[in-house]
Structures are given as C-alpha cells and as structure tokens.
C-alpha cells in the first residue's frame, strides 16, 4: 500500500476513532476510576478519597447484589432458551412454501420493531393484577378462581419479565435462523432423501451442523444483548417486588441515581461490563477461528 493510500485511509479511519475515545473509551475509563474512590452525593464536590478495591468487597457482600446477579442469569439464560426455541420453529415453519408465509413472517416481526417502552407497558398491563387482560382471560375461561398476582408476587414477576423479553426476541432469532437455512443447498436434502434419510436425520445430521455458525452467533449475541436489560425491567417492576426482579443494570442505577453511590453503582457496572466483555472475547474468537477454516 502507497504512502499516500495509506494516510487517507487512516484519515478516513479518524473521525470513527475519535467519537469512540471520546464517547465510548473516555466514560468507561471515568467509571472504572470512580470505582476506586469514594464518591457519594455528600462528598462529590470535594476530593474525594482514594479507597482501592473497597467498593468490589462492598459490594460482593451485600445481599442485592448478589440477588440481581442471580436474576441477571436466570433472566438471560431463560430468555435466550424460550426465545431461540420458538424462533428455530418458526424459521422452519415460513420456510417451507405455502400461501401467506412472507406476510405471517413479517406480521411476527411486529414484536421486534415496537419499541421497548411501548412493550413494556403492554405487558404491564396484560398483567395486572385487577382489569389485566391475562387474568380476566383466565377468569372467563375458568382457568383461575381469583386473578393472579403476576407483578406484585415474587415468585411470578421474574416469569412475567422473562415472557415479555422472550416476546421481543423471537423475531431476531427467527429473522437469523431463516437466513441461515436459505444458505444449506437443497442438493443435500435431495441426496439424503435418496439414501433414505427421514426428517428427523436430516435435522440432525444436516441442518443443525450446517447452521452451527449461525447458531453460535445468534446465542452470543442474544446473550450480551438480553444481560444489559434495564429499560424493559424498570417499565415493568423497576426491579420489585422484593428485588425479585433486580438486575445488576437497575441495580447499578439505583446505586447511583436513586442512592447517590455513585462509586458503588460505577463498581457493579464494572462487573456488568466485565462479563459481557469476556463474553464478547469468546465471540469474537469464535469468529476468527471460522474464518481460519
């Protein structure tokens, strides 16, 4: 590559560079910093004191922080599973060939392009307690004696969430899924079928190990994206009944915004990003190594 190639493509490469530094790099570093003092609305305009690793044993101890990294889990792991298991089937179903699977897909996509806020006051109000849609169709179909409290108990409000996110998400894993499958020739179908295979070895023994890379993306992806879940979570609970439904997202904001901790809610955000860093790494390895084969 010339010289000159060379300069403008890195001038090209600089304004990106930039904004990165500038919006990403420099408040990552600024709260990775905050982690290590002590800043709290009390002391925030003076100088603050220098205490190391003092908010990481903090936190570790307290019992909520533990609680929403637990929910956290649950919820991600939960969501992925319904989310990936309903898509998968509904890829294989529009792509089989009959009337209204283009309009049926694209009616599914509907979840997927309303926006987080609008999502989570439906559902909120598909289950209320008293005039909730869910309940009174329970109660009319004589389901439930009395209507269930699937917000304000703690045993039912983390499934509430995961429904309404597993809602979202299926259109995503459907969209992926069914790309995939338009990429397995249908030369391979035909050969197995004249060799004798029936639908269940050619899922099998074709189309999940030619969707694998498809697959190990989608999960990934849906993993970093579901574990940084707040908007959703204070829509709908903020976190309650009990912290039932506290993720280390809304608890980080608590900390910060609601308590004025600001170093300890800097410090769980850390660990929030921590995870998902390392979860990006496996990605992005994954990756290369695909594109090595």
């Keep these: 590559m ?14 990106a560079l930039i904004y990165l530094l500038v919006m990403v790099g420099y408040p990552m570093f600024e709260n ?5 003092y002590d800043v709290n609305v009390m002391n925030i305009a003076s100088s ?7 908010n990481y044993k903090l936190i570790i ?10 929910n956290t889990l649950v919820y991600t792991v939960l969501c992925i599973l319904f989310q990936f298991i309903i898509g998968f089937a509904l890829a294989l179903l529009f792509s089989q060939k009959f009337s209204m699977a283009e309009r049926l897909r694209g009616l599914v996509m509907i979840s997927w392009l309303m926006p987080i806020t609008v999502t989570g006051l439906m559902f909120k109000f598909i289950f209320g307690l ?19 409290e699937w917000l304000v108990n703690p045993s039912n409000s983390l499934w509430a969430v995961i429904i309404a996110n597993t809602w979202i998400g299926v259109p995503f894993n459907m969209i992926l899924i069914t790309t995939g499958l338009t990429t397995i020739p249908k030369d391979i ?3 197995a079928s004249i ?9 099998f023994k074709i189309t999940l190990p030619l969707l694998k890379p498809a697959i190990t993306s989608l999960l990934i992806l849906g993993f970093i994206y579901t ?6 979570i204070v829509i709908m609970t903020n976190g309650g009944p009990i912290n039932a439904t506290e993720m280390l997202s809304t608890f980080s904001y608590k900390l910060s915004f609601v308590e004025y901790k600001f170093s300890q809610g800097a410090t769980v955000a850390n660990v929030l990003f921590v995870i998902l860093f390392i979860v990006s790494l496996g990605y992005l390895r994954l990756v290369s190594k695909e594109e090595v084969m």
Excluded: C, W
């Design 2 to 15: 010339k010289l000159t190639d060379r300069f403008y493509s890195n001038a090209f490469i600089l304004p």
């Design 32 to 36: 990775i910093r905050l982690s290590f």
């Design 48 to 54: 603050p004191s220098f205490i190391g690793f003092a």
């Design 61 to 70: 101890k307290d019992p909520i922080f533990l609680k929403s990294t637990y």
């Design 130 to 148: 008293n005039g909730g849609i869910l309940n009174e169709i329970l109660l009319n179909m004589h389901v439930i004696k009395q209507p269930v």
């Design 189 to 191: 179908y035909e050969s």
């Design 195 to 203: 060799d004798g295979a029936n639908a269940f070895n050619k899922f």
């Design 227 to 232: 574990f940084k879940v707040f908007d959703l």
